[in-house]
């Protein structure tokens, strides 16, 4: 399974950064990982100039999971079984798109093949990268048996 990381923008913050480093090595074990980041402007139509560069950076035929505060939220283990089926439906690509302050256009939600909301809480982009990132691992030590979850 190959997972790709749509996001806007660099993490900045070193401490979450070193996080991030930490789960994309803990998950590669997994599943092989990248980024594609988008970079980050300002301008007049925001959501629809980063939906248009997120868009790009999604390959045909590969499957769109959007994070979004009006996605589905699940539990840890839910989210294990979610991605258990995403396999035995030989999904072979998933692209994981968080977009910009502004959240996502709706040609990027119009794309999606699944939504996500990671909390009813709102998070900094850069902060939900790393608990989606964490949360990616700890479905895969649920799917194992590993005690990380525990």
């Excluded at 994309?24 to 997994?30: A, E, M, Q, V, Y």
């Excluded at 925001?46 to 996605?71: A, M, S």
Aim: contains cysteine; proline residues 1%; charged residues 30%.
């Amino acid at each position: 399974m190959r997972f790709t990381f749509v996001w806007v923008g660099k993490t900045r913050n070193k401490h979450l950064l070193a996080l991030q480093e930490d789960y994309f090595t803990r998950l590669s074990r997994f599943a092989e990982c990248s980024v594609a980041e988008v970079r980050e402007f300002a301008s007049v139509n925001l959501r629809e100039d980063e939906g248009k560069r997120i868009l790009e950076k999604l390959r045909p035929g590969t499957f769109v999971c959007v994070l979004d505060e009006k996605g589905m939220q699940e539990t840890s283990h839910a989210f294990a079984d979610r991605l258990k089926g995403w396999q035995e439906r030989s999904i072979r690509e998933i692209a994981f798109v968080i977009g910009g302050a502004e959240g996502v256009s709706a040609a990027v939600a119009e794309r999606a093949d699944h939504t996500l909301s990671l909390s009813f809480l709102t998070f900094t982009h850069e902060m939900a990268r790393v608990f989606l990132l964490e949360q990616l691992y700890r479905a895969f030590t649920i799917l194992k048996g590993f005690p990380y979850q525990k």
